[in-house]
């Protein structure tokens, strides 16, 4: 049974950073994509950034783009995401998700990800 474990959430100032970790184990062969969610109280989850794991290429929502920094180190089979100049909009449930097949839906799909972590909190105080 695949398993996504996220760590390194946490209250910061504005203008601080974190750097969230996704320890992923269980698998037998390698996923599509990988990625990181959000969801603040009261919105919708939305994607924040994921990675095409045949290739290492990367896709930022508009929101973060320049800011964080979606990662993956295979030898620990682990998913990172640094962020940098955290606002208070960015305080939000934090999720990391695997996409092992797309089952039609591409990457960019929320649906395509079948595997979730419990998530992490991040709080940005102002």
């Known amino acids: 049974q695949v398993q996504l474990v996220e760590s390194g959430g946490g209250s910061v100032q504005a203008g601080g950073s974190l750097r969230l970790s996704c320890a992923v184990s269980?698998?037998?062969?390698?996923?599509?994509?990988m990625g990181w969610f959000r969801q603040a109280p009261g919105k919708e989850r939305e994607g924040v950034a994921r990675?095409?794991?045949?290739?290492?290429?990367?896709y930022y929502a508009d929101s973060v783009k320049g800011r964080f920094t979606i990662s993956q180190d295979n030898a620990k089979s682990t998913l990172y995401l640094h962020m940098n100049s955290l606002s208070p909009e960015d305080s939000a449930m934090y999720y990391c998700a695997a996409a092992f097949g797309l089952y039609g839906y591409s990457c960019s799909d929320e649906r395509a990800y079948t595997y979730w972590g419990q998530g992490t909190q991040v709080t940005v105080s102002s």
């Open positions: 990675i095409y794991t045949n290739d290492g290429s990367t």
């Open positions: 269980g698998y037998t062969y390698s996923s599509y994509c």
